[in-house]
Every structure is written in C-alpha cells, then in structure tokens.
C-alpha cells in the first residue's frame, strides 16, 4: 500500500527514516510532502521517495495518510484533502491530543488509527503506543502493525485514553533522559572533567544502565538497589536528588504533559475552522 507522509518535521522525517530503514518499506511505495521544500531536501531519507505537487495529489495516490503535521494545521490539512481520500482510505494521526472520532468526523473518514511515537523511532527503538477504529481491513491492520513494529515497540491499546495519558512520557520521554543527561553532562564539566569525555562518560553509562535494565525485565528497582549501598556515595547522591524534591518534580512534569494534552483535545473537539465539522 503507498504510504503518504504529511509533513516533514521532526516526526514526519523520525518515522519516514524508521520506516526504510526497518527494511519493510521501500522509498519507491512512500510519498512525502511539507510545506517547506528546502526541509525535504535535507532529509537523507527522502532521497527516491516520491512527491506530489500538491497534497491532494499525494493523497490520492495513497492508501493510508500518515498525518505528522502540529494539531493547529489539521483543519487546513482537512480542506486540502477534501475530495481527495478514497471511502476506505487509512488515516493514520501522530497528532497529540487528537482523539479518533475528532479525526472521523473531520474527514468524513471512519478508518482512523492514532499513534503516538516518539523520535527513537528514527533508529528503530521508539515507542509507539497506538489505538485504531474498529473499521480497518485485515489487509489495512496488517499493514499498521508493520508500520508500528518497523518504528520499534508497539503497544496497541483499547482504551484510547491510554495514548493520551503516554503522550508526556513515551512521545516527550526522549526529551526527559537528554534532559538529565545534559544536567549530568554540566555537572561533569563543573566538577573539572572536559566535556568531550563528560558527554563519553555519561552517554555511555545511560545506555548501558538502560540495557542492563532491559536485559533484567526492566528491573529498574533492583539495579538502584544493587549500586546502592547503605551509607555509600550512590546513596550519598541519591539523598541529594530526594531533598531537592526529584520524584516530586518529574511528577509535576508529566501533569504538566498531561495537562496540556488535554487543553489539545479540547482544542481538536471544536469545529473545523472552515465551516467542516
Ligand atoms: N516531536 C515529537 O517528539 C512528537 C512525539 C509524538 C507526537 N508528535 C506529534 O507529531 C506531530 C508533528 O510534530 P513535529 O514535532 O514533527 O512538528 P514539526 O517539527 O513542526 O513538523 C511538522 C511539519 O509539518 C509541516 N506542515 C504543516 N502543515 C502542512 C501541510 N498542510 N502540508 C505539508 N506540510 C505541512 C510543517 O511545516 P511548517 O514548519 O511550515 O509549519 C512542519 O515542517 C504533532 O502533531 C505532534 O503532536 C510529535
């Protein structure tokens, strides 16, 4: 099935690079657009995939739309694809906050599969957690399970609320560890240690706790324990971190995620801004 990419930002270009390089899909069977010709240009992976001049054009050569645009562009995207997907053409949404039946009733669609992915899925390690109508064909669900699977884990779900309530961990998350990873890089650097070797040292270490904690059933509990020692240095850091109110303002961070996912579903529910609804 031809695939049609709206948009190339950072997701568009994360899941277009995850998808030819998973080795399912080829560049031949992937049509890309964004608004900014100069974007498409700069993304490696968009070499030998095709491009329409418009985005109706593209639309109607494809049977599934992977919309990666900002949820403020969708009510444009909707009335430059009017007329222009089949009745059983596959909307696939990436879109925050952007609930299935917002997106049914926009397009005037029912075939509507909603992921949230995140940019890991450039190399084939997102995580993608995603909710479909119950209307895709056995050929159209085949088809999404790839998609997903060649991005990195898939995790489907039921509950549609379930991808809203993941969008601040699993679609902002790789922003959170290069966040604490940037903050141990400058404590590196302010403790003495240059910062080519600091990057080394605490890039190096992240990757490795992470896989050793994939490796033990994401045992997260255990491997802290197991480095620290009562009254040791690990739990010297550790009581620091808990002072300064860690756990209290990553919480407060996801509710923030949260909170702003939901004034996006809010945002979604109104009518098209062109009259569509
Ligand atoms: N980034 C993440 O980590 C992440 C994670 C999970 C979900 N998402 C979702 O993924 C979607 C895309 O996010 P992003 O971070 O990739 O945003 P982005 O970097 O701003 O990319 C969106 C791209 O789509 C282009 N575009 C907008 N309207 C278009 C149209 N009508 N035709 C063609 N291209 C169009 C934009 O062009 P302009 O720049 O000219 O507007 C931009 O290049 C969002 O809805 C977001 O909620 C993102």
Do not use: H
């Amino acid at each position: 099935m031809k695939t049609f990419i709206l948009g190339a930002g950072s997701m568009g270009e994360a899941i277009l690079t995850g998808m030819i390089g998973g080795g399912r899909f080829q560049a031949g069977d992937i049509v890309v657009s964004d608004r900014n010709a100069e974007r498409l240009r700069a993304i490696p992976a968009a070499r030998g995939v095709n491009r329409f001049g418009t985005n109706a054009a593209a639309a109607r050569a494809s049977g599934a739309v992977v919309l990666c645009c900002k949820p403020r562009d969708l009510d444009g995207v909707v009335v430059e694809l009017e007329g222009a997907l089949s009745e059983d053409a596959l909307i696939v949404s990436t879109l925050a906050g952007v609930p299935i039946e917002a997106l049914q009733r926009k397009f005037s669609r029912r075939k509507v599969v909603r992921l949230i992915p995140n940019i890991a899925s450039s190399v084939n390690a997102g995580v993608t957690v995603w909710a479909a109508s119950p209307d895709l064909s056995p050929e159209q669900s085949r088809w999404v399970r790839g998609l997903v699977e060649s991005l990195g884990r898939s995790i489907e779900v039921q509950d549609e609320t379930l991808v809203d309530l993941a969008t601040p961990l699993s679609g902002a998350g790789p922003a959170f560890t290069a966040y604490f990873m940037d903050s141990l890089v400058e404590a590196a650097v302010e403790a003495g240690i240059p910062r080519p070797l600091s990057i080394e040292l605490v890039g190096g270490t992240i990757a490795g706790s992470m896989k050793l904690i994939e490796a033990e059933g994401w045992a997260s509990r255990a491997v802290r324990a197991r480095v620290t020692s009562p009254g040791g240095l690990t739990a010297e850091c550790i009581a620091a971190l808990e002072r300064r109110g860690f756990n209290e303002t990553v919480l407060q961070a996801v509710s923030a995620g949260r909170r702003k996912t939901m004034e996006m579903k809010e945002g979604a529910s109104a009518p098209c801004a062109a009259g569509k609804s």
